[in-house]
């Protein structure tokens, strides 16, 4: 069994970070100690993802963190490598994973993963009219953030659902104990569930400014102010 089971799991390196990334989210690391720039460097060579993973315990830099068992398998989009060696590396969230057995024998750690399996989305009015809600909620939110009447914003929703409430998700201002639990549920309509009271909390506390500046940075490719 055990074997069996060994020949199903990718060999993935990680990186441990105090983030929670998101399948088709971006992010930008400044990569700066040794062994992360050797690992980045093979990843691009080899064009392989590596895995990004939130701390349980221990340091960012220096030593071994301990990590939670669920992440995010991240291609390299781009690579700004300085004269020092430091490189800011975009990456790009493609699928989750699961860690099945740590190697803290290299330089960085290495996990034995297997694919975590979302549920299959079922398609009825109910999940619809959840679908619709989040989307029409989530609207708000971003036109109170943006708080000009002369802005006019549009916003290109992925059509399935599971991406929506992926996308959804890593723009809410949320604690990292949240989105890891976002990240770790396999069931697309729960997690819209969870995501509908969290947006309308975030309605409520941005009511009283009266705008939010945004700078490009908050900027996905699928809003598009005018």
């Known amino acids: 069994m055990e074997t069996r089971m060994a020949q199903h799991l990718e060999e993935l390196p990680l990186f441990p970070l105090h983030t929670v990334l998101f399948p088709y989210a971006s992010l930008l690391l400044h990569v700066f100690e040794d062994r992360y720039r050797q690992m980045v460097n093979q990843c691009i060579e080899f064009d392989q993802p590596f895995g990004v993973v939130l701390i349980r315990n221990g340091p960012e830099v220096g030593g071994i963190a301990e990590p939670y068992m ?39 750690l290495v996990g034995q993963v297997e694919p975590v399996v979302e549920c299959a989305v079922e398609e009825d009015p109910r999940t619809e009219a959840l679908v619709m809600d989040v989307r029409e909620s989530f609207r708000v939110l971003i036109e109170g953030m943006f708080g000009r009447p002369d802005y006019n914003i549009q916003i290109l ?70």
């Open 70 to 108: 669920v992440g995010t398998a991240v291609r390299v989009q781009r690579v700004n490598t300085y004269d020092d060696g430091h490189m800011d590396v975009n990456v790009r969230g493609e699928r989750r994973f699961r860690v099945r057995s740590l190697d803290d024998s290299k330089q960085y």
């Open 157 to 226: 929703y992925p059509s399935d659902p599971t991406a929506l409430s992926f996308v959804v998700a890593n723009y809410l201002t949320l604690g990292n104990i949240e989105k890891q639990r976002l990240l770790e549920t396999t069931d697309t309509v729960e997690r819209l569930v969870e995501l509908k009271p969290l947006i309308e909390r975030q309605i409520i506390e941005a009511k009283p400014r009266r705008y939010y500046k945004l700078t490009r940075q908050h900027l996905e490719d699928w809003i598009y102010p005018n």
